[in-house]
């Protein structure tokens, strides 16, 4: 019976054993393959890393900047806003990023790339005393997007995943940490309730 479960302990380690170095042989075979470029695994690996890249600097660079042209589209072109939904989006957008400008002024804090090295993704690289806490395109991007929600419940969901992706793609991007996208994300939600309070359309109306 000892020898049963010897034999079948020791036949068992060696199994995984082998398969552990099946393993470990099949990733660094992977990662050669990267390196040297020489096979269709490494070229499709490359290219979809490219791919990666791309969608990572267009969702952390230019998405935003796509947001605030579909507002304008559901405005002058849909028509599906009114002028005062479209106002307190825009200012909920504009103050959150201004609000978002100052604390960095206040706060410095360096950003992933200055302290790991890594290259940023995004279209333009921020200057190294530019600071990280909290991300001024998140403020924005939520500060839009929750201004919609008051006003416009589905276009609002979509805008607000839109602005989470914003937000997602800064931090894979190493411009930003996660803390960062969290503390744009709850200054541009503050901004934009604070603005709906306000009524912002009646003071331009009464000024």
Not at 33 to 36: D, G, L, N, R, T
Not at 56 to 63: D, G, H, R, V
Not at 86 to 93: C, E, F, N, P, Y
Not at 167 to 180: F, I, S, T
């Given at each position: ?5 010897n034999?079948?302990?020791?036949g068992g ?7 552990g170095e ?10 050669a393959?990267?390196?040297?470029g ?6 499709g690996?490359a290219r979809m ?21 579909g507002?304008?589209i559901l ?10 939904q ?8 504009f ?7 100052i604390?960095?002024q206040?706060?410095p804090s360096?950003?992933p ?6 290259t940023p ?31 416009k419940?589905?276009?609002g ?34 901004t934009?309730?604070a ?7 009646k003071l331009?109306?009464?000024?």
């Open positions: 019976m000892r020898f049963k479960i034999f079948l302990f020791k380690f060696q199994a995984l054993k082998r398969e099946a393993f470990c042989n099949f990733h660094t075979d992977i990662l393959s990267i390196i040297q020489d096979c269709r695994l490494g070229k690996c890393l490219f791919n990666m890249n791309l969608l990572i600097t267009f969702a952390a660079s230019f998405l935003l900047w796509f947001m605030y042209a507002l304008i405005w002058l072109i849909d028509g599906r806003m009114k002028r005062e479209v106002l307190h989006a825009l200012a909920a957008g103050v959150a990023w201004l609000a978002a400008e604390i960095k206040i706060f360096f950003r790339f200055v302290t790991d090295g890594q993704l995004t279209l333009t690289i921020p200057g190294i005393n530019d600071g990280s806490f909290p991300s001024g395109h998140t403020a924005a991007a939520f500060g839009l997007a929750s201004s919609l929600w008051l006003h419940r589905k276009t969901w979509l805008y607000l995943f839109l602005a989470l992706a914003v937000g997602a793609a800064r931090v894979l991007a190493h411009v930003h940490y996660p803390v960062d996208i969290l503390g744009g994300a709850l200054l541009g939600i503050l934009a309730f603005l709906d309070k306000l009524h912002l359309n331009i109306t009464n000024h």
